[in-house]
């Protein structure tokens, strides 16, 4: 089935630098990566998507690349504020059946240092 | 948007009793809905999938007589833990999908204590 590995687990960066997180995927069937925020005891955001039709997506200081070559994603947060401090989570779904799962990586704490 | 909510957002219990947590689809059909947990400071793992009007998908490892799932309309799913024991306490988090053209929406989650 399919697996999805997430680095880095933990992620310190100053108020308006730029934070990147990187996923890795082992299902080349896989078609949907969706990332998702999640704070403290809350239940998980859809912050961006991307098909794996499509190269790369933006949505304001949010942007998304997909590679699926290599298959990998990565999420890119750019002008980052201390709201932006959470946890991300990058998902894969791989086609076929009646489930179309999502499969989650393991997560990445960002901290924004004001 | 889609809009799913989950009740309640938290629940304490007594060991050997039985909890069930509710998630709603509210402006949409959830045709599938998925069952997760998580504990503090891990991923979410997937429990199990249900397809309404049919018997949930469990995943391996997970007792399906102890996490009773129920899809019996398009915008409701129960998941009924059953025999509560204090390695139950987690995060439950429910997701809903309304067809080929919804993304995955999630519920805001139910902190389930056991004691």
């Known amino acids: 089935g399919e697996n999805v590995e997430q680095h880095p687990s933990t992620l310190s960066v100053q108020e308006g630098d730029s934070a990147v997180i990187k996923c890795t995927y082992s299902?080349?069937?896989?078609?949907?990566f969706p990332w998702y925020k999640q704070e403290l005891g809350k239940g998980p955001q859809l912050i961006i998507d991307?098909?794996?039709?499509?190269g790369e997506k933006k949505d304001q200081r949010i942007a998304v690349t997909l590679n699926k070559t290599a298959k990998h994603f990565s999420l890119h947060i750019t002008e980052t504020q201390p709201e932006d401090s959470a946890v991300y989570f990058c998902?894969?779904?791989?086609?076929?059946?009646?489930?179309?799962?999502?499969?989650f990586g393991t997560g990445t704490l960002l901290a924004v240092q004001p | 948007g889609a809009v799913v909510s989950q009740h309640p957002s938290w629940v304490i219990c007594k060991s050997g009793t039985s909890v069930k947590i509710e998630c709603r689809s509210l402006?949409?059909?959830?045709?599938?809905m998925f069952w997760y947990r998580q504990f503090p400071k891990q991923s979410l793992m997937l429990m199990a999938t249900?397809?309404?009007?049919?018997?949930?998908?469990?995943e391996q490892g997970v007792e399906k007589d102890k996490f009773l799932i129920n899809h019996a309309s398009l915008t409701l799913s129960t998941l009924t833990v059953t025999s509560a024991h204090p390695e139950d306490s987690s995060f439950y988090i429910c997701?809903?999908?309304?067809?080929?053209?919804?993304?995955?929406?999630f519920g805001s989650g139910t902190r389930l204590t056991v004691v």
């Open positions: 997701s809903a999908r309304g067809g080929s053209n919804y993304g995955y929406t």
């Open positions: 299902d080349s069937a896989s078609n949907y």
């Open positions: 991307i098909r794996s039709n499509v």
């Open positions: 998902a894969a779904r791989a086609p076929g059946g009646a489930t179309n799962k999502l499969i």
């Open positions: 402006d949409f059909q959830a045709t599938t």
């Open positions: 249900s397809n309404e009007g049919s018997k949930a998908t469990y």
